[in-house]
């Protein structure tokens, strides 16, 4: 803000002040700028409005301020310097003044006569204040020897045709696809309007209205007002009169769609439900040779595609893409368009299916807000909200050109082509909500036109038919069985609009048709989870397939530690930030949260198959590992042990054997050998270390059943290692460039599966060849995985039935059980059943030479603190009695 009158006169009360007034320069705040007197401070967002806020104006006469207009001068035409004129060649050293500064004329026209001679010039000569050079007749270029000439081809040069355009000898001829007609320029496309038939309109998507415009921004209509916190992408289906838009709320999204025989309202607004939450969609992108939605998710950073029935959603590009902000579509070459702004700002190109993906812009340029296509010319715009400018490529990524650079293309939003025309949105931070609607023509670019001021909007379309140009038929029409290109659930176009690939939804494989979606047999496959967005996913392991082999377990955030019941058809999971531990079927159905209390911090869980119990580590401000039943856990958890552990990360039960096992980190670099695995029966008594040398991260951990064999990865060492379950025969199995952070391992058959936490990939070693094969590839981080094998939970021990005759808790030991109770119970005389705590009398005090575990178990008292875990809970061990 300026300085108060009041203010500056305070500063003038001493000739101290006065001398600092005029030797230092003031100082403004973050987000301010110094005008030219040194005195005042504007607020940046206020420059170059157009209203001069300092007191000398120099907020308005910035080098930013300044508007770059690209002058691309005419062959045999030259630009007179400092303007937007051209001349030509002709009118150099004429004896006429052509340019305002005389730059065309003056005594280098006498001085370099004799400089002209000596180039022997097949056609002419120029003599301009720089030097000579030769020059042809119109039409024709200089050659590479540089007096010679040749036919210049005028169509290799960006906006000399509207559309198309056809090089001849010493000229050129422009003509115009179906729909449009030449006008009398030779050169300019004009789309023909057709009697009865509505004109072309400019469709705009705001925060909350839908307007409909004139090409020149006149007769503004509002066609919807929006009650929600207004539109996040919009798009039409002209063959069906529709304008579709998506609406978000606190918790969801919706997509809208309804009829607009006339551009004065909607009717028969509906909302097509899909399956896939909308609440985080940005952008839009309707197909409509196959009715299919495109959308740009910001929150998973991803661009996935729903058909029109919106039952089925499949994700087209998900890795490699931090911040996708634009998108936009061909579909007659089958191609989609995107921006994004992440770690490196770029402009990309792929297939409608994900295919083929092409950088095609990835240098000067930072921020791409909108993106727009030239359907005939085959041609990118895109606009930079931080460099300021419009620019084009062609579909390869060819023959760049910047359109328009400078203020008045600050701040753009959306963008879209018809005709010779850009039309843009554009909201300064100055203005609030206030938009500009901009007309740029794009091939003789003057100052961008202000069609019309509006309320805060982004999205806009130009309404008219020849925005979507029809086919005669493409590889995804429907079927005579109603299936679009023969597909099962979803048909893409690939690269052409007549090549298409199928897709299922998620839970189904594509099957070797190539066509249909099978439900595939939920016995065997693997399954992992992973962050940002957090979510499980099924992968099949005999076939190397992006498709989800399972419904996908979302709405997650750091699912570590995963598991399977394979009697009961569930997965396991800890979410770890989310502080709870859950399960889901896999077929999708029946979600729910088993345990959300007293969790800190879950990194390992693993279900006891055959005792119908769930083992977990804890570490978190207590250092545990417990244990709770599969049905009613939050009533029947109890620690088994606690403290003595670092970082207790993975765990597995082997309840065949009765032994539970778990890892434990250490942070201690310099000893880089104190990790550990460490072993107990699966009640928690007899606790030992296991393996502890050269070991420092041990991570994922996993059993092969078959083999009485573990294996682990270490995240420090980078490497697999291996050890029979008595000891013996430890030797690593890998320690390849692939290992980089390994964090969850998985054990089937002879093969080793693994992820890798930052590079976000799944491998799988043969043990039998060493051959190492990338499975997928993923977005970081990954976590822990498992093979689901329903064959691998066999066997019975003494919990096998009727729960071993417990009340609350049956816990296996080498040779038998021993039943237990929740935390806040006592076992009763019977050592079977289990009674609360609370309100209970005072159970029988120990003799006198005895010391009271905390299970009430009575042992003598020269036993504590000897090393051994003679309460069976370890409470005569505890650091604070040793």
């Given at each position: 803000?300026?300085?108060?009158?009041?203010?500056?006169?305070?500063?003038?009360?001493?000739?101290?002040?006065?001398?600092?007034?005029?030797?230092?320069?003031?100082?403004?705040?973050?987000?301010?700028?110094?005008?030219?007197?040194?005195?005042?401070?504007?607020?940046?967002?206020?420059?170059?409005?157009?209203?001069?806020?300092?007191?000398?104006?120099?907020?308005?006469?910035?080098?930013?301020?300044?508007?770059?207009?690209?002058?691309?001068?005419?062959?045999?035409?030259?630009?007179?310097?400092?303007?937007?004129?051209?001349?030509?060649?002709?009118?150099?050293?004429?004896?006429?003044?052509?340019?305002?500064?005389?730059?065309?004329?003056?005594?280098?026209?006498?001085?370099?006569?004799?400089?002209?001679?000596?180039?022997?010039?097949?056609?002419?000569?120029?003599?301009?204040?720089?030097?000579?050079?030769?020059?042809?007749?119109?039409?024709?270029?200089?050659?590479?020897?540089?007096?010679?000439?040749?036919?210049?081809?005028?169509?290799?040069?960006?906006?000399?045709?509207?559309?198309?355009?056809?090089?001849?000898?010493?000229?050129?001829?422009?003509?115009?696809?179906?729909?449009?007609?030449?006008?009398?320029?030779?050169?300019?496309?004009?789309?023909?309007?057709?009697?009865?038939?509505?004109?072309?309109?400019?469709?705009?998507?705001?925060?909350?209205?839908?307007?409909?415009?004139?090409?020149?921004?006149?007769?503004?209509?509002?066609?919807?007002?929006?009650?929600?916190?207004?539109?996040?992408?919009?798009?039409?289906?002209?063959?069906?009169?529709?304008?579709?838009?998506?609406?978000?709320?606190?918790?969801?999204?919706?997509?809208?769609?309804?009829?607009?025989?006339?551009?004065?309202?909607?009717?028969?607004?509906?909302?097509?439900?899909?399956?896939?939450?909308?609440?985080?969609?940005?952008?839009?992108?309707?197909?409509?040779?196959?009715?299919?939605?495109?959308?740009?998710?910001?929150?998973?950073?991803?661009?996935?595609?729903?058909?029109?029935?919106?039952?089925?959603?499949?994700?087209?590009?998900?890795?490699?893409?931090?911040?996708?902000?634009?998108?936009?579509?061909?579909?007659?070459?089958?191609?989609?368009?995107?921006?994004?702004?992440?770690?490196?700002?770029?402009?990309?190109?792929?297939?409608?299916?994900?295919?083929?993906?092409?950088?095609?812009?990835?240098?000067?340029?930072?921020?791409?807000?909108?993106?727009?296509?030239?359907?005939?010319?085959?041609?990118?715009?895109?606009?930079?909200?931080?460099?300021?400018?419009?620019?084009?490529?062609?579909?390869?990524?060819?023959?760049?050109?910047?359109?328009?650079?400078?203020?008045?293309?600050?701040?753009?939003?959306?963008?879209?082509?018809?005709?010779?025309?850009?039309?843009?949105?554009?909201?300064?931070?100055?203005?609030?909500?206030?938009?500009?609607?901009?007309?740029?023509?794009?091939?003789?670019?003057?100052?961008?036109?202000?069609?019309?001021?509006?309320?805060?909007?982004?999205?806009?379309?130009?309404?008219?038919?020849?925005?979507?140009?029809?086919?005669?038929?493409?590889?995804?029409?429907?079927?005579?069985?109603?299936?679009?290109?023969?597909?099962?659930?979803?048909?893409?176009?690939?690269?052409?609009?007549?090549?298409?690939?199928?897709?299922?939804?998620?839970?189904?494989?594509?099957?070797?048709?190539?066509?249909?979606?099978k439900k595939p047999k939920n016995d065997l496959f693997l399954f992992y989870g992973k962050g940002r967005p957090g979510i499980i996913r099924g992968l099949d392991m005999n076939v190397k397939s992006s498709n989800e082999h399972i419904v996908p377990i979302e709405d997650l955030v750091n699912p570590r530690a995963l598991d399977y019941h394979a009697e009961s058809g569930n997965i396991y999971f800890a979410d770890t930030t989310s502080f709870l531990i859950g399960r889901q079927k896999v077929d999708g159905s029946s979600r729910e949260t088993i345990l959300k209390d007293d969790l800190d911090n879950v990194e390992g869980i693993s279900v006891d198959w055959i005792g119908n119990n769930l083992y977990w580590t804890n570490d978190g401000y207590r250092k545990?590992?417990?244990?709770?039943?599969?049905?009613?856990?939050?009533?029947?958890?109890?620690?088994?042990?606690?403290?003595?552990?670092?970082?207790?990360?993975?765990?597995?039960?082997?309840?065949?054997?009765?032994?539970?096992?778990?890892?434990?980190?250490?942070?201690?670099?310099?000893?880089?050998?104190?990790?550990?695995?460490?072993?107990?029966?699966?009640?928690?008594?007899?606790?030992?270390?296991?393996?502890?040398?050269?070991?420092?991260?041990?991570?994922?951990?996993?059993?092969?059943?078959?083999?009485?064999?573990?294996?682990?990865?270490?995240?420090?060492?980078?490497?697999?290692?291996?050890?029979?379950?008595?000891?013996?025969?430890?030797?690593?199995?890998?320690?390849?460039?692939?290992?980089?952070?390994?964090?969850?391992?998985?054990?089937?058959?002879?093969?080793?599966?693994?992820?890798?936490?930052?590079?976000?990939?799944?491998?799988?070693?043969?043990?039998?060849?060493?051959?190492?094969?990338?499975?997928?590839?993923?977005?970081?981080?990954?976590?822990?995985?498992?093979?689901?094998?329903?064959?691998?939970?066999?066997?019975?021990?003494?919990?096998?039935?009727?729960?071993?005759?417990?009340?609350?808790?049956?816990?296996?030991?080498?040779?038998?059980?021993?039943?237990?109770?929740?935390?806040?119970?006592?076992?009763?005389?019977?050592?079977?059943?289990?009674?609360?705590?609370?309100?209970?009398?005072?159970?029988?005090?120990?003799?006198?030479?005895?010391?009271?575990?905390?299970?009430?178990?009575?042992?003598?008292?020269?036993?504590?603190?000897?090393?051994?875990?003679?309460?069976?809970?370890?409470?005569?061990?505890?650091?604070?009695?040793?």
């Open positions: 803000m300026p300085l108060m009158g009041s203010e500056v006169d305070s500063f003038m009360d001493s000739a101290a002040s006065q001398e600092k007034l005029s030797s230092e320069p003031m100082l403004c705040d973050v987000g301010e700028f110094l005008c030219g007197d040194q005195l005042t401070c504007v607020s940046e967002s206020w420059l170059c409005d157009g209203e001069p806020d300092c007191p000398d104006g120099s907020d308005e006469v910035l080098d930013k301020c300044k508007v770059e207009v690209i002058v691309r001068c005419p062959l045999n035409h030259i630009q007179c310097i400092g303007t937007r004129k051209c001349i030509h060649f002709n009118k150099l050293c004429n004896g006429a003044k052509d340019c305002e500064d005389g730059f065309d004329e003056g005594v280098h026209c006498r001085e370099l006569l004799s400089a002209c001679h000596e180039l022997h010039c097949r056609y002419g000569c120029i003599m301009t204040r720089n030097g000579t050079f030769c020059f042809c007749a119109d039409g024709f270029e200089v050659g590479e020897d540089g007096r010679s000439c040749r036919d210049h081809d005028e169509c290799a040069m960006y906006g000399t045709c509207s559309q198309t355009c056809m090089n001849t000898y010493g000229s050129y001829r422009c003509s115009c696809t179906d729909g449009y007609s030449l006008q009398p320029n030779r050169r300019s496309c004009i789309a023909k309007h057709e009697p009865g038939e509505n004109p072309a309109a400019l469709l705009i998507g705001g925060s909350d209205n839908i307007i409909i415009t004139a090409l020149n921004g006149s007769r503004l209509q509002t066609l919807k007002q929006l009650d929600s916190n207004g539109t996040h992408g919009l798009d039409f289906n002209h063959k069906d009169e529709s304008v579709c838009w998506v609406t978000s709320s606190e918790s969801s999204g919706q997509l809208r769609c309804a009829r607009m025989r006339k551009a004065s309202g909607f009717t028969k607004e509906q909302e097509v439900k899909t399956v896939q939450n909308l609440h985080d969609v940005d952008q839009l992108a309707f197909d409509w040779l196959t009715g299919n939605f495109y959308f740009v998710d910001q929150a998973s950073d991803r661009i996935f595609v729903c058909n029109q029935y919106g039952d089925t959603c499949v994700t087209v590009i998900d890795l490699n893409l931090l911040n996708p902000k634009a998108i936009a579509l061909d579909p007659l070459m089958g191609m989609l368009f995107f921006t994004d702004y992440g770690t490196q700002a770029k402009l990309e190109r792929c297939n409608m299916d994900g295919t083929n993906r092409t950088r095609l812009v990835d240098y000067k340029v930072e921020r791409p807000t909108a993106v727009a296509l030239d359907l005939v010319k085959k041609l990118v715009y895109w606009a930079d909200a931080y460099l300021d400018y419009i620019e084009m490529v062609d579909y390869n990524g060819k023959n760049r050109h910047t359109i328009i650079q400078g203020y008045q293309v600050a701040h753009l939003h959306g963008l879209a082509v018809f005709e010779d025309y850009l039309y843009a949105t554009r909201s300064e931070p100055s203005s609030g909500a206030v938009v500009d609607i901009l007309r740029i023509n794009r091939f003789n670019v003057t100052d961008p036109e202000t069609l019309t001021s509006i309320g805060n909007a982004k999205t806009i379309r130009v309404y008219h038919k020849l925005s979507q140009p029809k086919v005669k038929g493409h590889a995804c029409e429907v079927d005579p069985y109603g299936k679009p290109g023969g597909c099962s659930h979803i048909c893409l176009l690939s690269g052409s609009y007549k090549s298409r690939s199928c897709r299922c939804r998620t839970g189904f494989s594509l099957g070797s048709d190539g066509l249909s979606c545990t590992i417990s244990v709770a039943r599969l049905e009613r856990a939050s009533e029947t958890r109890r620690t088994l042990l606690e403290g003595d552990m670092s970082h207790p990360r993975a765990i597995v039960v082997d309840p065949l054997n009765s032994w539970m096992y778990w890892t434990d980190w250490e942070e201690d670099e310099v000893n880089d050998s104190i990790g550990r695995i460490e072993k107990a029966w699966m009640d928690g008594s007899n606790r030992k270390i296991f393996v502890t040398s050269n070991m420092l991260w041990p991570n994922g951990l996993t059993l092969d059943h078959g083999t009485s064999t573990m294996y682990w990865c270490d995240a420090y060492y980078d490497h697999i290692e291996r050890i029979h379950l008595n000891g013996t025969g430890r030797m690593v199995v890998y320690s390849g460039r692939e290992l980089n952070h390994p964090f969850g391992i998985a054990q089937y058959q002879n093969s080793i599966f693994w992820t890798e936490y930052m590079n976000a990939s799944i491998f799988q070693l043969d043990l039998v060849s060493g051959e190492v094969t990338l499975l997928r590839s993923e977005r970081p981080p990954l976590f822990g995985l498992r093979v689901y094998d329903a064959q691998s939970q066999l066997g019975d021990n003494a919990c096998r039935v009727n729960y071993g005759g417990c009340g609350t808790l049956c816990l296996a030991v080498p040779g038998g059980r021993v039943c237990a109770c929740a935390d806040n119970q006592h076992l009763d005389k019977n050592n079977v059943t289990c009674s609360d705590s609370a309100g209970q009398e005072e159970p029988q005090r120990c003799k006198n030479d005895e010391f009271q575990c905390r299970n009430w178990r009575c042992v003598r008292v020269n036993w504590i603190c000897d090393g051994d875990d003679d309460c069976l809970d370890g409470s005569d061990e505890e650091a604070h009695i040793c």
